[in-house]
């Protein structure tokens, strides 16, 4: 079992950064893999980056390529987020979630975080 807990949200303007935490107690997550996802009031949730086991190898929606940059730190069973040049868009709840299967579907993330609110104002 894995327990999940973000933060670093915020209030902030456009252009502003933040960096988001994400820490894992109850397992290592060294051996999962990590995901940053976001759900905007209305709208269904989606896939913001994700960071592999091994290597690491990065992933990034579209939308946020070159602004938002997942890293992790295993020793602190940590995964940041770090985002730039934020934009009112970006408003949403940002979820933190592990896998330790192979496969990469959202439905694959077995563990979840209850979430921190990013605010980013015009």
């Known amino acids: 079992q894995v327990h999940l807990v973000e933060s670093g949200g915020g209030l902030v303007q456009a252009g502003d950064s933040l960096r988001l935490s994400c820490a894992a107690s109850?397992?290592?997550?060294?051996?999962?893999?990590m995901g940053w996802f976001r759900q905007a009031p209305g709208k269904e949730r989606e896939f913001v980056a994700a960071?592999?086991?091994?290597?690491?190898?990065?992933y990034y929606a579209d939308s946020v390529k070159g602004r938002l940059t997942i890293s992790r730190d295993n020793a602190k069973n940590t995964v940041y987020l770090q985002m730039n040049s934020l934009k009112p868009e970006d408003t949403a709840v940002y979820y933190c979630?592990?896998?330790?299967?192979?496969?990469?579907?959202?439905?694959?993330?077995?563990?979840w975080g209850q979430g921190t609110q990013v605010t980013v104002s015009s």
């Open positions: 979630a592990a896998k330790y299967r192979s496969t990469w579907l959202q439905s694959d993330y077995a563990y």
């Open positions: 109850g397992r290592t997550i060294s051996t999962a893999d």
């Open positions: 960071i592999s086991r091994s290597a690491p190898i990065t």
